[in-house]
């Protein structure tokens, strides 16, 4: 079946650079997009969403950029501090039909190291 | 606010018994979703709930089975357990569905 998936399994990055997280999708019908963040121990947080008709979403310290095209999502995060040290997530909605009907498929995970 | 809320934080269960995970969601949502995530990977659907009835059901046995309340509270439910139903199981909540918030997750360890 189609699935997300995530480029690389895990990134370091020294703390004020910037890091970028990608992911790849493989369902066309997708129109819903959701990154998360998760601790060790803590259910997921969410932390930025995008729909099919944008390409670009800003929030505080991080932009996600969508790209239909190639079927591609990224979450950007801005100088990188040590508490976004975690695991994302990146989380399609499968289509299914009335607005009640999500359903989110997830990728297995990036793992962010963030050292001093 | 009260973010979502799940009941027992940690459970152990032996094989063959039945366990009812609990949910409450944040306050006005009315969908509840459930996830499984095993260690290592990414949360599978399981259910969702949108006004008491189910919306939506992922790739899992009738084992699993699950219920919301008329106080959008729901339950998940779990038969004949077996030891890879050990896992982190997730409740979120939304107010229509789409954009779901997590709760910290019940840590089911089945021996």
């Known amino acids: 079946g189609e699935s997300v998936g995530l480029h690389l399994p895990t990134l370091s990055v020294q703390e004020g650079d910037n890091s970028i997280i990608n992911c790849a999708y493989s369902?066309?019908?997708?129109?819903?997009f959701i990154w998360y963040k998760q601790e060790s121990g803590k259910g997921p947080q969410f932390i930025i969403d995008i729909r099919s008709n944008m390409d670009k979403r800003q929030g505080q310290r991080v932009t996600v950029l969508l790209n239909k095209t190639v079927k591609h999502l990224s979450l950007q995060i801005a100088a990188t501090q040590p508490g976004d040290s975690a695991v994302y997530f990146c989380a399609e909605n499968l289509p299914g039909g009335s607005n009640s009907g999500y359903a989110l498929n997830f990728g297995k995970g990036t793992s962010l190291l963030v050292t001093p | 606010d009260a973010g979502v809320t799940q009941s027992p934080t940690h459970l152990i269960k032996t094989r063959g018994q039945h366990v009812t995970l609990r949910c409450s969601p944040i306050s006005g949502h009315k969908s509840v979703s459930w996830y499984q995530q095993v260690l290592g990977q990414g949360p599978q659907f399981i259910f969702q709930y949108y006004e008491k009835e189910e919306r939506g059901r992922g790739n899992f046995p009738d084992r699993f089975s699950a219920r919301q309340f008329p106080n959008y509270s729901s339950e998940l439910n779990v038969n004949a357990l077996l030891l890879g139903d050990s896992a982190l199981y997730l409740c979120?909540?939304?107010?229509?569905?789409?954009?779901?918030?997590f709760g910290p997750g019940t840590r089911l360890t089945v021996t």
């Open positions: 979120a909540s939304s107010p229509v569905g789409d954009e779901q918030y």
């Open positions: 369902n066309s019908a997708s129109d819903y």
